[in-house]
């Protein structure tokens, strides 16, 4: 009876030590070849490691043209995703945009020139809750709120839509 207690408490505890620490949690990824990147179902693309998993969508009616991971290990990981619209060229970098605020993430603009032209609407930036509205250019950089150290850089390249994803983990 003490015996079955003790390996009741035993359990208990390995159970407690395996949800809290994370090198124990990637014990049961060791066997497989990570980091790597999948897209789920709803078209959210699944970057998984060792010891954290980051996820963003793409943009609606895109298909991925290229997948490249440039580095990662244990909790990080930087790739380009490479993606066009319905029509075969880029994406609409607005919609994209406005679809990344709903996802939590934060948007700010990329390119640092300061120059505009005045026929490329704006978005709607939502900073510090309030409603900001700047242009998109081609480029736009997005945090996310939700998992934070997961960074993109969106940008237009060779008539694609690329995609930047960066994330490094807390542990």
């Known amino acids: ?10 359990a208990f505890v390995a159970l407690f030590v395996y949800m809290l ?9 060791m066997h497989e070849n990570l980091p790597t990147v999948s897209v789920e ?12 998993d980051f996820r963003f969508p793409l943009p609606k009616g895109a298909h991925i043209v290229q997948t490249n991971i440039d580095s990662g290990g244990f909790d990080t990981i930087n790739g380009t995703i490479y993606v066009a619209g319905t029509n075969g060229g880029s994406v609409n970098m607005r919609d994209y945009a406005e679809l990344l605020q709903k ?28 409603v900001i509205h700047h242009p998109v250019l081609s ?3 997005a945090g996310s709120i939700d998992q934070v150290g997961g960074v993109l850089q969106i940008g237009i390249v060779s008539n694609m839509t690329q995609i930047r ?3 490094f983990g807390d542990y």
Request: glycine share 8%.
């Open 165 to 167: 994803f960066s994330y």
């Open 139 to 141: 480029d736009y950089s």
């Open 1 to 10: 009876m003490v015996g079955l207690a003790c390996l009741a408490i035993i």
């Open 41 to 52: 179902i709803g078209n959210t693309v699944y970057c998984r490691m060792r010891y954290c």
């Open 21 to 29: 620490m994370p090198p124990l949690r990637s014990f049961s990824r």
């Open 103 to 130: 996802r939590h993430f934060s948007l700010g603009i990329a390119d640092a020139s300061g120059c505009c032209p005045a026929n490329i609407p704006d978005v709607p930036f939502i900073n510090a809750g309030k």
